[in-house]
């Protein structure tokens, strides 16, 4: 697939023939043709450019940013163009400096992490302008679920992040519970519900590091 790496390739060579990914491909493509639908074609998947087995943690979004220039295909990422950070973002900067006071974030844009092996992906992968998951139950679901089985096949020893339901859904197929750190959406609407406070970025690492891989650096920054 364009603008992926190529560990992804036998994925998406099976996931992209099947019936249910032709009728999503065909709802997006017809989508984008009256309506405002982000990310841009060209970044839908740039989840996928992180090599499989490169990836050690991942963290499960709920669907893009619906907002003109913001979603990019990262979940919780923004353009590092944008000087105008998400409060969801801006709720997951607060945490990382509870357990890393000396964290920078010089942008919203999360490729430094991306390049370090944080699978960032959405559960859905499009949304339409100022509608916040139109684009739920069309199939994306089944397409991000088949990626994170995928991926547990060909490396299974990574962290996940589930916060919020969306990303919860996908507890029952993961194999190392162990390895699984739950808590609310980092939204406004539900972080102080134990977002805040769950040292989820630290325990991360910590449990990175017994798996004998490097730890995150998670701060962020403008020249990747």
């Not at 102080?192 to 490097?214: D, E, V, Y």
């Amino acid at each position: 697939m364009p603008g992926t790496h190529s560990s992804w390739d036998p994925f998406f060579s099976t996931e992209t023939n099947k019936a249910y990914f032709k009728t999503l491909e065909s709802f997006v493509i017809q989508e984008r043709k009256n309506k405002f639908i982000y990310p841009m074609p060209a970044e839908v998947l740039n989840a996928f450019k992180c090599p499989v087995q490169n990836i050690r943690c991942v963290i499960i979004g709920q669907d893009p940013y619906h907002q003109p220039k913001q979603a990019m295909g990262l979940a919780f990422s923004v353009h590092a163009s944008q000087t105008k950070v998400p409060p969801s973002l801006q709720n997951m900067f607060k945490e990382i400096k509870n357990s890393y006071p000396e964290a920078h974030f010089e942008t919203g844009s999360l490729n430094y992490w991306a390049n370090q092996g944080v699978f960032l992906l959405n559960r859905v992968l499009t949304v339409e302008d100022s509608n916040a998951n139109a684009h739920a139950n069309k199939g994306w679901e089944t397409f991000t679920q088949s990626a994170i089985l995928f991926l547990i096949q060909h490396n299974p020893k990574v962290v996940f992040l589930l916060w919020g339901r969306a990303a919860r859904n996908l507890k029952s197929i993961l194999p190392n519970k162990h390895l699984i750190l739950e808590a609310p959406h980092p939204s406004p609407l539900s972080a102080h519900r134990g977002f805040i406070g769950c040292g989820h970025f630290k325990k991360c690492n910590a449990l990175l590091q017994q798996l004998g891989k490097n730890k995150i650096d998670w701060s962020t920054r403008i020249d990747v």
